[in-house]
């Protein structure tokens, strides 16, 4: 995060040819040093890593993570991680792999995929609308070199090979398994099918569309907005909440509280467009499919086709009611929802979805 960028990504031919970039096709990213959003967040460091913030840090905090990691503890009441100060990282020269390759990040499925976090507002997202059902743009993206490298170096140390091998097996296994009863569909053309006929949110869609529930404020969605900073959002009765969060941790200002809607918000066409886009983008991650697998594996009350249609109308039902609550945060018109409303509503919906599970894990 928070750097100089603009450059094409010299690096977009030269990684591993078992590493699938296709879907980083188009994208433009340049770091908004106001931002920091991506810092509210614990990121996973190896032991090397560790040595390496200690060196620059000898007192900072780390607790143990999964495997072999450890984890950088952000500070309590949804507060950034211990490392920044004043929305600059004090480690960035040494800053861990997640921090270095974000936007950028690479699913390990049957296949190593890198993916891009909607999320981050550095990354343009008119390349959605160049979305023609399979075909995304295809030109390469810019200003993504250094995150590149960083995948490219991390993809050469990691034990990658393994954790395919392993992603392989888990989907033979699934494969084996729904096909003795009758369940199973290729990836490819589960894709193909709602390339095709993408499907429309519901009423009940909308229902399941409302404000996140968490005990904790560190649980909570974050989006990020030029003029309030980090907003998180949540249920207050039936009300959304929408509170602005310090980097110290706590509330900033008032909660400001928004009555739920009751209609899905209408789109203007270039809205329209721009959402279709996101659908089709993502349902060639394979985040998305190896999400529905993975619910697959542990039903038997819904079919790979059912689950696919699922995540895709929630996609789309939370990205139109995020981005019309957003809208009404920022005191601009809720419904139909213009192209920027549309825009927020997926920024403030996609890094969720990157946090579900899948049959593979992240690099
Ligand atoms: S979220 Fe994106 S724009 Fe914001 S600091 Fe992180 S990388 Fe930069
Ligand atoms: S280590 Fe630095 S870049 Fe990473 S989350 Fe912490 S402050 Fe941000």
Same mark, same amino acid.
């Given at each position: 995060m928070?750097?100089?960028?603009? @450059? =094409?990504? %010299?690096?977009?031919?030269?990684?591993?040819?078992? $590493?699938?970039?296709? #879907?980083?096709?188009?994208?433009?990213?340049?770091?908004?040093?106001?931002?920091a959003l991506c810092c509210f967040a614990t990121p996973a460091v190896t032991p090397s890593e560790m040595d390496r913030l200690l060196r620059i840090e000898p007192a900072a905090p780390f607790e143990r993570g999964e495997a072999e990691f450890s984890i950088?503890?952000?500070?309590?009441?949804?507060?950034?991680?211990?490392?920044?100060?004043?929305?600059?990282?004090?480690?960035?020269?040494?800053?861990?792999?997640?921090?270095?390759?974000?936007?950028?990040?690479?699913?390990?499925?049957?296949?190593?995929?890198?993916?891009?976090?909607?999320s981050c507002p550095g990354v343009d997202l008119a390349p959605l609308?160049?979305? @023609? =059902?399979? %075909?995304?743009?295809?030109?390469?993206?810019?200003? $993504?070199?250094?995150? #590149?490298?960083?995948?490219?170096?991390?993809?050469?140390?990691r034990p990658v090979r393994a954790y395919l091998a392993e992603g392989k097996r888990r989907e033979d296994r699934l494969r084996s398994r729904m096909q003795r009863r009758g369940g199973w569909i290729e990836p490819a053309d589960l894709r193909e099918l709602f390339h095709s006929d993408l499907p429309v949110p519901e009423k009940e869609d909308l229902q399941e569309a409302g404000p996140p529930d968490a005990d904790s404020i560190a649980d909570l969605p974050l989006f990020w907005d030029?003029?309030?900073?980090?907003?998180?959002?949540?249920?207050?009765?039936s009300a959304w909440e929408f509170q602005a969060i310090r980097e110290e941790g706590g509330p900033q200002g008032l909660p400001r509280i928004f009555e739920p809607i009751h209609?899905?918000?209408?789109?203007?066409?270039?809205?329209?467009?721009?959402?279709?886009?996101?659908?089709?983008?993502?349902?060639?991650?394979?985040?998305?499919?190896?999400?529905?697998?993975?619910?697959a594996s542990g039903t038997r009350d819904a079919s790979l086709e059912e689950l696919v249609e699922a995540i895709l109308r929630s996609l789309s039902a939370e990205a139109r009611v995020r981005g019309?609550?957003?809208?009404?945060?920022?005191?601009?018109?809720?419904?139909?929802?213009?192209?920027?409303?549309?825009?927020?509503?997926i920024r403030a919906t996609d890094s969720d979805f990157l946090d579900q599970g899948t049959l593979g894990r992240v690099l």
């Open positions: 928070t750097r100089e960028s603009g @450059e =094409g990504s %010299r690096r977009w031919e030269s990684l591993d040819p078992a $590493l699938s970039l296709s #879907l980083l096709a188009g994208w433009s990213f340049l770091c908004r040093p106001d931002c950088v503890p952000a500070r309590p009441r949804g507060g950034a991680c211990h490392f920044l100060t004043q929305l600059r990282c004090r480690v960035h020269p040494v800053r861990p792999f997640p921090c270095a390759t974000y936007p950028v990040m690479v699913h390990l499925g049957s296949q190593a995929q890198a993916d891009i976090v909607l609308s160049r979305w @023609e =059902g399979v %075909r995304g743009p295809s030109d390469p993206p810019m200003g $993504l070199d250094q995150e #590149l490298g960083r995948v490219a170096e991390e993809y050469g140390r030029s003029t309030l900073g980090r907003v998180a959002f949540r249920r207050r009765g209609e899905l918000p209408g789109l203007e066409p270039e809205a329209r467009r721009m959402l279709e886009g996101y659908l089709h983008f993502c349902l060639e991650r394979d985040f998305l499919i190896w999400m529905a697998y993975s619910e019309a609550m957003r809208a009404r945060l920022l005191g601009r018109r809720s419904d139909p929802l213009d192209r920027a409303a549309v825009e927020w509503g």
